[in-house]
């Protein structure tokens, strides 16, 4: 054990890669020691030490596997294990991964690089690594049953091929695979153009993340893995806001962002103050005539979507999926809306029945923000995080995009949180209120009302307590 974490300290802590000189004779023989990471903080990018350069990815939460150049293959090895994983502080999920983490570390290479990736399976169950979007010989596809026999339990299996098509993709079982992804198995790959390439443009910051969802109870720890729809946790690398680190840039600085989704629905992903390009999916590049500015792309199921900025406007700006229910942790369901109750006089008397019983938003949902209810152990509640204005109300698939004048060039520390200049925020108006003019007619001047229709509100209540459609 202790070799292994000094390989890390010097491999991975250190961001250097494994350099060939450090690697001795006997042990190029042998199987590349497994590189394990032990943490859920985004970690420095992984710069080359070996092979043609390129300008390294930063996963978020996560890393880069380091390599071994053997007789010029790149030598990477994954080992797919149950690992803990933290959500987000004050939650753990037992989940299935890659080299101690979930997602896998992200793996990177050049365009044209011959890679070797051997895969130990020390999962309870047999297993397989499909290469999502590559092109590589059939039998390397990772389809268990269809281009190979499945990993059995203890054994180790090796892929090889020649990285052809330089772009954004992703890995992830081809075995048991409802239960293996729901489970966390997947990881990032980014393939590096070999020198210059008319549609991939040479950025300041290339960051990357994956899109995943889990059903777990709160109170318990392992991810439900039949459920086909109904998660309860949208995550960016297995990660829930406010346990998502934030994109931290440079003011001037050419920003690529590339998502994976590994989730079972689609996720519309949204940047606030700025306007970007979708430069390529898991199909390559796209042409230059396809590109149009947007501030949402929806990237769909098994879909990658890799998009591009300039990030010339400074300040704390708001990175998340557009479906609001993406960003709330684990809630329960069948929450009737309370806006508009009042419900001090009934809570008296049901409390006095069940004990714990707690009113939901009577005037909205913010006060969840802000109350933050009594919460069993390891859940996180279901909007919180604080900003410095107060409740950010959020959770799941939501972060900040940073971008400071001072932040150093290959400097993605955290800078804290914006302070804007004076005069250039939203202010509370003291001033008189004038009265709203309004139309005589209810149904507008072309078409009045003919006669109004008698006031009826129903609301239909199914005895198990899920309601209908209202
Ligand atoms: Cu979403």
Redesign the pocket.
């Known amino acids: 054990m202790a070799s292994r974490r000094d390989f890390f300290r010097n491999a991975g802590i250190a961001g250097a890669a494994v350099a060939a000189a450090s690697v001795s004779r006997v042990a190029l023989a042998a199987l590349p020691e497994p590189v394990i990471m032990d943490k859920a903080e985004t970690q420095p990018p992984l710069v080359p030490a070996n092979g043609r350069p390129y300008n390294p990815v930063v996963t978020l939460n996560g890393w880069t596997l380091p390599w071994r150049m053997n007789k010029g293959v790149k030598e990477f090895h994954l080992v797919a294990e149950p690992v803990i994983r933290e959500i987000a502080p004050g939650m753990k999920a037992h989940l299935w991964g890659y080299n101690g983490q979930s997602p896998g570390p992200t793996i990177e290479v050049v365009e044209g690089d011959r890679v070797r990736i051997f895969v130990t399976n020390r999962l309870p169950e047999h297993t397989t690594i499909h290469w999502h979007g590559q092109r590589i010989p059939n039998g390397m596809d990772g389809v268990g049953g269809l281009n190979q026999p499945q990993i059995p339990v203890g054994k180790t299996y090796v892929y090889e091929f020649v990285a052809r098509r330089p772009g954004t993709f992703m890995y992830h079982p081809h075995a048991d695979e409802m239960t293996q992804m729901a489970m966390g198995m997947m990881g990032f790959w980014v393939t590096h153009p070999k020198g210059a390439h008319p549609l991939i443009e040479a950025v300041d910051r290339d960051f990357c993340f994956l899109?995943n969802a889990y059903d777990i109870d709160p109170g318990s720890f392992t991810p439900k893995v039949n459920t086909m729809l109904d998660f309860n946790l949208?995550t960016w690398n297995s990660r829930a806001f406010p346990g998502i680190d934030s994109l931290n840039v440079r003011l001037g600085d050419k920003v690529r962002i590339r998502i994976g989704n590994l989730t079972m629905?689609n996720?519309?992903i949204h940047l606030h103050g700025h306007e970007f390009l979708v430069t390529g999916t898991d199909g390559g590049p796209t042409p230059l005539s396809t590109r149009w500015y947007e501030v949402t792309t929806d990237v769909a199921v098994g879909q990658m979507r890799q998009i591009e900025l300039l990030a010339d406007e400074e300040g704390d700006w708001a990175f998340h999926?557009h479906?609001s229910h993406?960003t709330m942790n684990a809630m329960g369901h069948g929450v009737p809306t309370m806006i508009g109750v009042d419900h001090r006089e009934v809570v008296k008397t049901i409390t006095s029945l069940i004990p714990d019983y707690m009113v939901m938003g009577e005037r909205g949902m913010a006060d969840m923000g802000e109350m933050e209810m009594p919460l069993p152990d390891n859940t996180l509640p279901m909007m919180t995080g604080t900003g410095p204005y107060g409740p950010v109300e959020m959770g799941g698939?939501f972060t900040v995009f940073k971008v400071r004048r001072d932040q150093k060039p290959g400097d993605y520390k955290d800078p804290g949180w914006y302070k804007q200049p004076p005069g250039t925020q939203a202010y509370e108006w003291t001033g008189p209120l004038a009265q709203p003019a309004r139309f005589k007619s209810e149904g507008g001047q072309s078409m009045p009302a003919a006669g109004k229709p008698a006031a009826a509100e129903v609301k239909v209540r199914k005895p198990d307590g899920h309601s209908g459609h209202h």
């Open positions: 899109l949208w629905t996720h519309p999926c479906k993406h698939m």
